[in-house]
């Protein structure tokens, strides 16, 4: 990057970008939206797979990108959440990994360009988004076996090694290992990182963002806010956060605990609420821009922004907020 990050953070607040999949939701696509000029004699049902969107419709990623920046994002992530072949392998499509994940890189980074170029005091990042794929190294899926696992530690290492490898050829600026519900996920995550960018001669920034799944406090695999900080400790990481699962104001304690007991950067993305019964989320801009505005008023966070629900303009409502705590 021609601007360092940290740099950036040492001086102010930066926004990260809102939902993508709230986002294509608004475009009602149809199967061949997610077919076009790549899988049109694919076998299997693609509807849903948003990160092949990133191959059939790019106009529709890249327009979202640009919203998100429009509305005042400092960082946007890849269209990649469940960019490996473990997670692809649901449609039959392991071996289009690389490609996904290059190709995102390469529309983020951009449009991303684009704006900086419009607006050189305020350049923009792209965050190479890493989902925990649809396996869990710590806890048995059948009941009846707690022993038994479904995926083993080195083969989830070699499929987030494919994805961090196609995510830096496409040229993302930093790393994002989020929606962490396994923290041994999480490593194997992170000892693919550094395999690749040992290979590769490079480092970069790596974000790690976390996931509490309910009132408990607690990640999936049992883990408390801090247990989950100290598993991630041993990583040079740019920030630390959580992400999903719980709207800002629920999330707010266990951000106060990373604050204070964390060596790195922080950082938040809550949903807009939690989802009602027919899935979707009802907070507002100016709802979920209280709750922040107590996150702002604690010193909390180094980076914010929303998950689940939130769009451009929750974004845009959260920008204004951050800027006029960056220019007290």
Known sequence: MKTDIKDILERKILILDGAMGTMIQRYHLNEHDFRKGWFENHPSPLKGNNDLLSLTRPDI??????E?????????????????????ADYNLEKYAYDINYHSARIAKEVAQEIT??????????????GPTNRTLS???????PGFRNIEFLELVQAYEEQVRGLIEGGVDL?????????LNAKAALFAIENVAKQKG????????????????????????????????HA???SIGLNCALGADAMRPYIKTLKQKAPFYVSAHPNAGLPNE??????????????IQQFLDENLVNIIGGCCGTTPEHIKHMSNLVEKMNNK
């Open 139 to 145: 806890i048995s899926p059948d009941v009846n076996d």
């Open 61 to 66: 990623i890249k327009a979202i990108h640009k």
């Open 202 to 233: 490079i480092k970069l920034p790596i974000m790690v963002s976390g996931t509490i799944t309910d009132a408990s406090g607690r990640t999936l695999s049992g883990q408390t806010t801090e247990a989950f900080l100290i598993s991630m400790q």
């Open 236 to 238: 040079n990481l740019l």
């Open 117 to 130: 170029i419009q607006t050189p005091n305020k350049p923009r990042f792209v965050a190479g988004s890493i």
């Open 68 to 88: 998100y920046l429009d509305a005042g994002a400092d960082i946007i992530e890849t269209n990649t959440f469940s960019g490996t072949s473990i997670a692809q």
């Open 278 to 291: 027919m899935g979707e989320y009802d907070e507002t801009p100016e709802i979920m821009g209280k709750q």
């Open 175 to 183: 790393l994002l290992v989020e929606t962490v519900f396994d923290t």
